[in-house]
């Protein structure tokens, strides 16, 4: 695993300076919590893994593999708590949702289609 001292280090000094910030804080001044998805749209019986994590201001990705998933309604679209295995069940539409670290939650939709 590579690890970039720079970012680590950035990453850090930001994190030191926010001792005692909310959640809100930390996520504006490092980067926010998004989903890295290969598409916004299904047929009905596919499958997609979807990543949740930090999106830093320059692009870069990071996984927080503690990252909880959950989809509704359960009749478009399911998805595995821990794995984020998306199976689309019915056409419409369904949101996905992500709670980072346990304190941050994001939602992203995606589409089914027959």
């Given amino acids: 695993m590579r690890v ?3 970012r680590a ?3 850090a ?3 030191l300076l926010c001792v ?3 959640p809100e804080t930390i996520q504006t001044t490092v980067g926010e919590g998004g989903f890295r998805l290969p598409s916004t749209t299904l047929r009905v019986g596919d499958t997609m893994t979807i990543e949740g994590g930090v999106r830093f201001h320059d692009g ?3 996984l927080d593999t503690s990252a909880r998933f959950s989809a509704s309604p359960p009749s478009v679209a ?3 708590n821990m794995s984020g295995l998306l199976t689309a069940h019915n056409a419409g539409v369904a949101t996905v949702s992500a ?3 346990g304190q941050v939650t994001i939602d992203t939709t995606v589409v089914v289609t027959q």
Avoid: E, N, Q
């Fill in 13 to 15: 000094a930001a994190a």
């Fill in 78 to 80: 399911t998805i595995d």
């Fill in 4 to 6: 970039d001292v720079r």
């Fill in 9 to 11: 280090l950035w990453v």
């Fill in 20 to 22: 005692g910030c909310d």
């Fill in 60 to 62: 870069t990705f990071v």
């Fill in 99 to 101: 709670i980072l670290r």
